[in-house]
């Protein structure tokens, strides 16, 4: 099945520095979505790209869509100690409609004050 | 903002019990999901549902688990006979198209 791998698996950083994660496919991908999670909560949308080498941003995130359409990476900048959580992509499986998302493993953030 | 509310946030249930959780997605949205997430894990598609049918399922999603909307706002996920291995927090998920899905904040289930 589908597969998504994402690094690093996870980051310390301190506060006002910029992070960057990445998540890669073996296979296509026609939607990237970057979500974040915080303990005990739902995943929360951040970010949507649709078209192969989109460039998005949503405040301090900024998201692109890789041109090969099997990667995505995800940058933040200026960390803020909110930031903590854990970022997941994911994407709906291009084989089948019905919006089944397929979620990497996630990156773990930490941001020391 | 509209979100996708769910009920109970926490449920204890005994091994081979029923469990129902509850969910009411964005109203104008179309395509309604579960996905679980078993502790430390990645979250995991189980079921989606659109025009009042399911549309695909996955390999977790067996004759153990059932779907209904039973009206025009709740989306419910039926267990018939929980196992110690369904304890994990559910996500119930909505969205208007079907390539992004907005979360609600989860029920954890806890099969003991």
């Known amino acids: 099945g589908q597969q998504l791998n994402q690094s690093p698996q996870s980051m310390f950083i301190q506060e006002g520095e910029d992070v960057s994660m990445n998540c890669t496919s073996s296979s296509i991908f026609n939607t990237w979505l970057w979500y974040k999670q915080d303990p005990g909560e739902g995943p929360v949308l951040l970010i949507a790209?649709?078209?192969?080498?989109e460039l998005t941003s949503n405040g301090r995130l900024t998201a692109q869509f890789g041109i090969t359409r099997k990667d995505s990476f995800l940058n933040i900048s200026a960390s803020i100690p909110s930031d903590v959580g854990i970022y997941f992509c994911?994407?709906?499986?291009?084989?089948?409609?019905?919006?089944?998302?397929?979620f990497g493993q996630g990156t773990i953030l930490t941001v020391h004050p | 903002e509209p979100e996708v509310t769910q009920t109970p946030s926490h449920q204890v249930t005994q091994m081979g019990q029923e469990v129902i959780l509850r969910c009411v997605p964005i109203s104008n949205h179309l395509y309604f999901y579960w996905y679980r997430q078993i502790l430390g894990q990645k979250v995991e598609f189980l079921v989606s549902f659109y025009n009042n049918e399911i549309s695909e399922k996955s390999e977790i999603f067996d004759d153990q688990f059932s779907v209904e909307r039973p009206d025009g706002s709740n989306f419910t996920l039926k267990i018939r006979s929980t196992k110690l291995e369904d304890s994990a927090m559910y996500f119930c998920?909505?969205?208007?198209?079907?390539?992004?899905?907005?979360f609600g904040q989860g029920t954890r289930l806890t099969v003991v």
């Open positions: 790209l649709y078209k192969a080498g």
């Open positions: 998920a909505s969205g208007q198209g079907d390539t992004e899905a907005f």
């Open positions: 994911a994407g709906p499986n291009p084989d089948t409609s019905y919006g089944k998302l397929t």
